[in-house]
């Protein structure tokens, strides 16, 4: 028997691709949800969602004291009641003909399915060595730690077994990276040590319309999430970048 699925997708202020985003996963996918995680948008995105009087399409916002990346999609996963979910960015950087691939490998019994980026450089030079870089990092991380590691841990694309992962989010919601894009390596680091995971290969694209949200403040979040030496290298980096990381951090590590 197939089983449902739901699309979660971070919002914010993407009244550009919104509708098209919508609009094409439910022209490809009639049985997915669609669930628009959106940050407090102050453009016309709830209303485009509305529009479209399509009852698989949801458009939650969220709790405007309690913004971030990671929070959209983590509470999506909790609270969107299907057995799986798979996330992806509004912007069409992620090829919404994997979303079908990534279904099947959910059906077989994946734990985890990753959207695993192939030729990455194609982002730049300067973003692939960084991606690279700390990708690594993570391994060594995640590897001392007896987590399982994966080729692509940055990757905004994956997807899950619900029963295995909202207990898991739950449990940690608060050591949670919550301001943070790294979803995929909190998963990691709270989840069980052996983890059945699945790779559905797939080239990142160019946003399609609107702004990119990514800023410096990414870097610190990231390393943030990576033990008392990422901390540190979190807070160096935020030297570095004149960020005020005692305001990011409030009271947590004093
Ligand atoms: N809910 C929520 N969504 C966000 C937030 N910031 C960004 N997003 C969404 O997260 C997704 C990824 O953001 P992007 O700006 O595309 O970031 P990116 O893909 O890393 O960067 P680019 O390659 O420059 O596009 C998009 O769907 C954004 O709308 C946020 O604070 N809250
Ligand atoms: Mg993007």
């Not at 905004?156 to 894009?181: Q, S």
């Not at 990119?212 to 980096?237: D, E, M, N, W, Y």
């Amino acid at each position: 028997m197939a089983r449902f699925l739901t699309v979660v997708i971070p919002t914010c202020n993407e009244e550009k691709n919104i509708a098209n985003m919508a609009k094409a996963i439910r022209e490809q996918y009639p049985a997915f949800h669609v669930l628009f995680m959106d940050d407090n948008s102050t453009d016309s995105s709830k209303k485009l969602i509305e529009d479209l009087h399509d009852p698989m399409v949801t458009f939650f916002t969220r709790d405007p004291h309690d913004r971030g990346l990671a929070a959209s999609v983590l509470q999506g996963f909790v609270e969107c009641g299907t057995d799986y979910f798979i996330c992806m960015d509004c912007d069409f950087q992620h090829p919404i003909s994997a979303l079908g691939p990534m279904y099947e490998e959910l059906e077989k019994g994946a734990d985890l399915v990753v959207g695993t980026r192939v030729e990455r450089r194609a982002l730049g030079f300067i973003r692939w060595a960084g991606s690279w870089a700390f990708n690594v990092y993570c391994d060594l991380f995640l590897f001392v730690n007896h987590k399982p590691i994966t080729e692509d841990i940055m990757s905004g694309l994956f997807g899950g077994r619900r029963m295995l992962w909202a207990p898991i989010i739950t449990k940690h919601w608060n050591e949670m990276e919550l301001t943070g894009w790294k979803v995929l390596l909190d998963m990691l680091k709270f989840g069980p040590s052996k983890v059945d995971i699945h790779k559905v290969y797939y080239r990142f694209g160019h946003r399609a319309e609107g702004e990119s949200h990514i800023g410096p403040k990414v870097v610190i979040t990231s390393f943030h999430q990576c033990g008392p030496l990422g901390k540190f290298l979190a807070r160096v980096i935020a030297g570095l970048k004149d960020i005020n990381y005692e305001q990011m951090y409030p009271e947590k590590e004093l």
